[in-house]
């Protein structure tokens, strides 16, 4: 059985990470890394001065590892540190609000663990999930009560996506997947391959108490509209499945280049 490594960026108590658990168990042997508290908008942000404390739990029968780390900390324990042998596949979310578009790819703490699975030479999936508006600033019990089924339906699609890829291999040319679903998604929601689409976000804080600030994202702009973009395909009520590649390489004008090089 392959082995399953299982993170998030929203923490033990997230809604989606029992569900999403048990799920996989057909799939494989699952270890359960994540943070101990929610760690969202982190990116790939690694622990550098604090120290990071792993404790294990179970919550409902799932063996737990609880990191006071972000998620990229979490992956990289589970897989250099925590356990005697390496995952075979590594997946993080299922994460309560949507991670499409390219502001949102650099930013996003679920994408982060993806991520750092890749540097550590493992194949990844970030998996994300629109939440109703209802939902939205809501926490324990009366945000379980919002989301209703929709964690054990998206953990079911989740799981179903991960099975065809890891029956079919993981394609050579892809560093790892970003898949967002609708919030309403389903074993029969359309799924489609998808382009990152490049967007920008505006002002995150807002005066807080003791003159401070208070993070508060307010909105996302797409700069591009792309028949195949992520962003584009989770709004008409598809789920978007985006093959990232890390070339981060550009281009300079000639010109520019004479200016800049020196031989």
Known sequence: MPTILL???????????????????????????????????????????????????????????????????????????????????????????????????LSSGTVGGALEAWIAGIPSLAFSMGIPNDAYGLTGAHRIAALGARPQAAAAVTADITATIMARGFPPDVDCFSVNMPADVCAATPRVITRVTRSRYGRLFVPGPEGGYLHRFQSLAALEQLEDGDMRTVQQGSVSITPIRLALSGTVPDSLRAALEKA
């Open 7 to 105: 993170t998030n960026d929203d923490g033990i108590d997230s809604p989606t990470l029992l569900p999403l658990a048990r799920e996989l168990r057909a799939l494989g042997n699952v270890r359960v890394v994540v943070p101990e508290s929610e760690r969202s908008w982190v990116g790939k942000a690694i622990t550098r001065f604090d120290l990071v404390q792993a404790s294990q739990t179970v919550r409902d029968g799932v063996d737990i590892y609880a990191v006071k780390g972000t998620p990229a900390d979490c992956v990289n324990l589970a897989i250099h540190t925590l356990f005697p042998t390496r995952p075979d596949i590594v997946l993080s979310g299922i994460n309560l609000g949507l991670n499409s578009g390219l502001a949102f790819v």
